[in-house]
T-cell receptor, first 115, second 113 residues
Framework: AQSVTQPDIHITVSEGASLELRCNYSYGATPYLFWYVQSPGQGLQLLLKYFSGDTLVQGIKGFEAEFKRSQSSFNLRKPSVHWSDAAEYFCAVGALNSGYSTLTFGKGTMLLVSP | DTGVSQDPRHKITKRGQNVTFRCDPISEHNRLYWYRQTLGQGPEFLTYFQNEAQLEKSRLLSDRFSAERPKGSFSTLEIQRTEQGDSAMYLC???????????FGPGTRLTVT
């Protein structure tokens, strides 16, 4: 069974500073990896995804993530954080099991942006 | 079609009452998923439909929970005899067949008092 670890529960970043959110996964085969963002009281919005190919993937809102197989990691980055980026971020690993897809989520990292 | 929709967005109920939530997936998606998200946690899988068939249920889905997708379009999730521990955000997602990517709705926030 797959699992996802997001080691940071909260992160505070100054507006304009760079951001890196950590994600480690456990899965026996090549994983499908996702980052979602959730604003308070809202559903999940997909930021970016990795299925195969180039290990550096670009997403919406200026986010990018790098897949590192050797480290079982898929860290999310942004060069300059805006106040509107304050939200909760979830890393997820997807798998095709028995013909249907499953998504396993980490517990999330809450991003706080200070002025 | 603009995405997955869920109704209601918020529900407050008293312990012991029954509640029902509705999810309308993206129209061409034949797969539909329900998740539960409690405070401080990521979403956890509850159940999955392909068309009208419920093909997988998590152990989190107790006997008080029932889900249907009668015509392979919208789905309902009913919780009978609600308990305070049922308070959570209930998320619905849909996908195309053989597609790992799931598209999420805005969720229904349930509060059991």
């Amino acid at each position: 069974a797959q699992s996802v670890t997001q080691p940071d529960i909260h992160i505070t970043v100054s507006e304009g500073a760079s951001l890196e959110l950590r994600c480690n996964y456990s899965y026996g085969a090549t994983p499908y990896l996702f980052w979602y963002v959730q604003s308070p009281g809202q559903g999940l919005q997909l930021l970016l995804k990795y299925f195969s190919g180039d290990t550096l993937v670009q997403g919406i809102k200026g986010f990018e993530a790098e897949f590192k197989r050797s480290q079982s990691s898929f860290n999310l980055r942004k060069p300059s954080v805006h106040w509107s980026d304050a939200a909760e971020y979830f890393c997820a690993v997807g798998a095709l099991n028995s013909g249907y897809s499953t998504l396993t989520f980490g517990k999330g990292t809450m991003l706080l942006v200070s002025p | 079609d603009t995405g997955v929709s869920q109704d209601p967005r918020h529900k407050i109920t008293k312990r012991g009452q029954n509640v029902t939530f509705r999810c309308d997936p993206i129209s061409e998606h034949n797969r539909l998923y329900w998740y539960r998200q409690t405070l401080g946690q990521g979403p956890e899988f509850l159940t999955y439909f392909q068309n009208e068939a419920q093909l997988e249920k998590s152990r989190l889905l107790s006997d008080r929970f029932s889900a249907e997708r009668p015509k392979g379009s919208f789905s309902t999730l009913e919780i009978q005899r609600t308990e305070q521990g049922d308070s959570a955000m209930y998320l619905c997602a849909s996908s195309l067949e053989w597609d790992v990517e799931q598209y999420f709705g805005p969720g229904t926030r349930l509060t059991v008092t």
